[in-house]
């Protein structure tokens, strides 16, 4: 069984530019979240999606934004980009709820 | 504001030993402890989780004690192996929430 596959992996963006990053659920998982990883500040929750609706939203900015599409793909997207946006976005799916999620290998996100 | 308190930041120890890693709560509302282990280069692993209703889980050489009355858990490996070297996330959620993850702690195992 295929795990979450996160693309790109890695990129590179100039400050003001904006980004889409794409998740690919565990097959059959319909809830999906994303979450920002930086040195020291852990994870923290961007958002999740279930059944192409948000559920529940973190405390980050409008310019971080999300939608799943009918096949419980996800993408989300960081407009207006600052330097402070670079880390490390994982995208995680579970079954049902987000009571045992699975995470992807992540999107590395430079910003310079 | 940081929902779920870790500590240490991080930890050396020998082979053989047991590292501790600890985490503190606030909101009496979670009712799903989850620690993850994380590799360089890999998203976070699902390792153990427990339930406020049990003081204790062991799987293998992971054990969690909890302690609701403090609100408190923790991580203990055993016979730690230098395999073991990661980073590690305690994480607090209850149901139609999100996780909230503490902020790692890198354990080292010395050979």
């Known amino acids: 069984k295929a795990g979450v596959t996160q693309t790109p992996r890695y990129l590179i963006k100039t400050r003001g530019q904006q980004v889409t990053l794409s998740c690919s659920p565990i097959s059959g998982h319909r809830s999906v979240s994303w979450y920002q990883q930086t040195p020291g500040q852990g994870l923290q929750f961007l958002f999740e999606y279930f059944s192409e609706t948000q559920r529940n939203k973190g405390n980050f900015p409008g310019r971080f934004s999300g939608r799943q599409f009918s096949n419980s793909r996800s993408e989300m997207n960081v407009s207006t980009l600052e330097l402070g946006d670079s880390a490390l976005y994982l995208c995680?799916?579970?079954?049902?709820?987000?009571?045992?999620?699975?995470f992807g290998e992540g999107s590395w996100l430079t910003v310079v | 504001q940081q929902q779920v308190k870790q500590s240490p930041q991080s930890l050396i120890v020998q082979k053989g030993g047991i590292p501790i890693i600890n985490c503190a709560y606030e909101?009496?509302?979670?009712?799903?402890f989850p620690w993850y282990q994380q590799f360089p280069g890999k998203g976070p692993a699902l390792l153990i989780a427990i339930r406020p209703d049990v003081s204790e889980k062991k799987e293998g050489r992971f054990t969690i004690s909890f302690n609701k009355s403090a609100k408190q858990f923790s991580l203990h490996i055993m016979d730690s192996q230098p395999g073991d070297s990661a980073t590690y996330f305690c994480a607090a959620y209850y149901t139609g929430n999100q996780f909230y993850f503490g902020t790692g702690t890198s354990l080292t195992v010395i050979p």
């Open positions: 909101n009496t509302a979670f009712d799903y």
């Open positions: 995680a799916s579970s079954l049902a709820g987000p009571n045992t999620i699975y």
